[in-house]
């Protein structure tokens, strides 16, 4: 006996929000079969975007409620199990592809009565998962309905940006289309303004797409402030812009850190504060049979120290920040995966603030001070 979803799976999931399946067979209900009936469902991922290469992530035994005569299944769990943490090539001068945020997956089910089979597998059609998700108190907000793309982006559309900072962004296609740039609308400090296109080529549906240009540093004329979009042929709805205005005042320090946000994309921040830095160390001490020494020399004790270790460890001060942009670092601490930019090195870190201050009534000014350390230890060779 086959089974049906009752309602197409999501063209696009974000992977963290619940997503609860149901399922019936019209033609013979499970309420009048001999026996008790449950329903097995599969499900799997494509982790190559067009390969047809499925891979079962997990595997359900669920019963029916009698009353509707459907079954249920809750597969946002399974699809977050097909994902891993992979930093986008964010230091690539080139438009790339970016693999891994987002994936096809399918359900495959049928019934057991009484823990027989009746028939063969059913398979659905495929949707598409994306490794991102929205926060608990805005479960049902849409952010692509309605667009050819969205910018991966968790700060405000308008933001700083400093002289030396270079642009660096993701974006998820909604639509397909061919001969995409980056349009980059610079105005200067007369008033006027200037365009520039850099090429990306043509764009898949459902393909996220990394690139990083020069800033205000970058160009000829110093802006003091650049519009970004995309523009390509194929794109019938709205192309979403990100303004950068240029900090006006630079400060002599600077450190900048890549974090992944909750749309599966990565944040840059760069902060301007003081940092510091220090060296935590680590081992552990055991006792031992202590022996006198009869020539007088130096004894080693009864205690011995062995795995010796070290960490670095980091605060890292943002320096004045909006607060839509300060808000929207809560995602470090969520997610707590960052990166400290080293030239083309990308060190990995793990957060540990505990926690935050977000806002102070009568405060306009805000800033976050992280502490953080370097996610590997040293050890003496």
């Given at each position: 006996?086959?089974?049906?979803?009752?309602?197409?799976?999501?063209?696009?999931?974000?992977?963290?929000?619940?997503?609860?399946?149901?399922?019936?067979?019209?033609?013979?209900?499970?309420?009048?079969?001999?026996?008790?009936?449950?329903?097995?469902?599969?499900?799997?991922?494509?982790?190559?975007?067009?390969?047809?290469?499925?891979?079962?992530?997990?595997?359900?035994?669920?019963?029916?409620?009698?009353?509707?005569?459907?079954?249920?299944?809750?597969?946002?769990?399974?699809?977050?199990?097909?994902?891993?943490?992979?930093?986008?090539?964010?230091?690539?001068?080139?438009?790339?592809?970016?693999?891994?945020?987002?994936?096809?997956?399918?359900?495959?089910?049928?019934?057991?009565?009484?823990?027989?089979?009746?028939?063969?597998?059913?398979?659905?059609?495929?949707?598409?998962?994306?490794?991102?998700?929205?926060?608990?108190?805005?479960?049902?907000?849409?952010?692509?309905?309605?667009?050819?793309?969205?910018?991966?982006?968790?700060?405000?559309?308008?933001?700083?940006?400093?002289?030396?900072?270079?642009?660096?962004?993701?974006?998820?296609?909604?639509?397909?289309?061919?001969?995409?740039?980056?349009?980059?609308?610079?105005?200067?400090?007369?008033?006027?303004?200037?365009?520039?296109?850099?090429?990306?080529?043509?764009?898949?549906?459902?393909?996220?797409?990394?690139?990083?240009?020069?800033?205000?540093?970058?160009?000829?004329?110093?802006?003091?402030?650049?519009?970004?979009?995309?523009?390509?042929?194929?794109?019938?709805?709205?192309?979403?812009?990100i303004t950068y205005t240029t900090t006006p005042n630079p400060s002599p320090w600077s450190e900048e850190l890549f974090?992944?946000?909750?749309?599966?994309?990565?944040?840059?921040?760069?902060?301007?504060?003081?940092?510091?830095?220090?060296?935590?160390?680590?081992?552990?001490?055991?006792?031992?049979?202590?022996?006198?020494?009869?020539?007088?020399?130096?004894?080693?004790?009864?205690?011995?120290?062995?795995?010796?270790?070290?960490?670095?460890?980091?605060?890292?001060?943002?320096?004045?920040?909006?607060?839509?942009?300060?808000?929207?670092?809560?995602?470090?601490?969520?997610?707590?995966?960052?990166?400290?930019?080293?030239?083309?090195?990308?060190?990995?870190?793990?957060?540990?603030?505990?926690?935050?201050?977000?806002?102070?009534?009568?405060?306009?000014?805000?800033?976050?001070?992280?502490?953080?350390?370097?996610?590997?230890?040293?050890?003496?060779?």
């Amino acid at each position: 006996m086959p089974t049906d979803i009752q309602s197409t799976l999501p063209d696009l999931h974000p992977i963290y929000n619940p997503l609860v399946i149901q399922l019936a067979d019209g033609a013979a209900p499970a309420s009048a079969n001999v026996g008790t009936t449950t329903c097995e469902i599969q499900v799997e991922v494509e982790d190559i975007l067009d390969s047809d290469v499925w891979r079962m992530v997990a595997e359900y035994l669920n019963p029916y409620d009698y009353t509707t005569d459907r079954a249920s299944v809750s597969i946002h769990k399974a699809l977050q199990s097909a994902f891993t943490p992979n930093p986008a090539p964010l230091t690539e001068n080139t438009p790339q592809v970016v693999p891994g945020i987002i994936k096809r997956y399918r359900l495959l089910a049928r019934d057991l009565i009484d823990g027989v089979s009746s028939g063969g597998f059913q398979t659905s059609g495929s949707g598409y998962a994306w490794q991102a998700g929205n926060r608990s108190n805005n479960l049902t907000r849409d952010r692509i309905t309605g667009n050819s793309y969205i910018f991966l982006s968790r700060m405000p559309s308008a933001r700083r940006i400093a002289k030396r900072e270079d642009i660096s962004l993701q974006i998820l296609c909604l639509q397909a289309a061919s001969g995409a740039g980056i349009a980059v609308t610079s105005t200067l400090p007369d008033g006027s303004t200037t365009s520039l296109t850099f090429p990306l080529g043509d764009l898949a549906q459902y393909r996220v797409y990394s690139f990083t240009i020069p800033g205000p540093s970058g160009t000829a004329a110093n802006p003091i402030r650049m519009q970004v979009s995309i523009a390509a042929a194929g794109f019938s709805a709205a192309t979403p812009s990100i303004t950068y205005t240029t900090t006006p005042n630079p400060s002599p320090w600077s450190e900048e850190l890549f974090m992944r946000n909750s749309l599966g994309g990565w944040d840059k921040i760069y902060c301007t504060g003081k940092s510091q830095s220090a060296q935590a160390f680590a081992s552990e001490v055991f006792e031992a049979q202590a022996y006198p020494d009869p020539m007088g020399a130096a004894g080693r004790g009864s205690s011995r120290s062995f795995n010796q270790r070290a960490n670095q460890q980091l605060i890292l001060r943002t320096g004045f920040y909006s607060l839509s942009e300060h808000r929207a670092m809560m995602d470090l601490i969520l997610r707590n995966e960052a990166y400290l930019i080293n030239g083309n090195q990308l060190l990995p870190l793990i957060i540990t603030n505990s926690s935050e201050v977000e806002d102070t009534d009568g405060s306009y000014l805000h800033a976050c001070e992280l502490t953080a350390r370097y996610a590997y230890d040293n050890h003496a060779l």
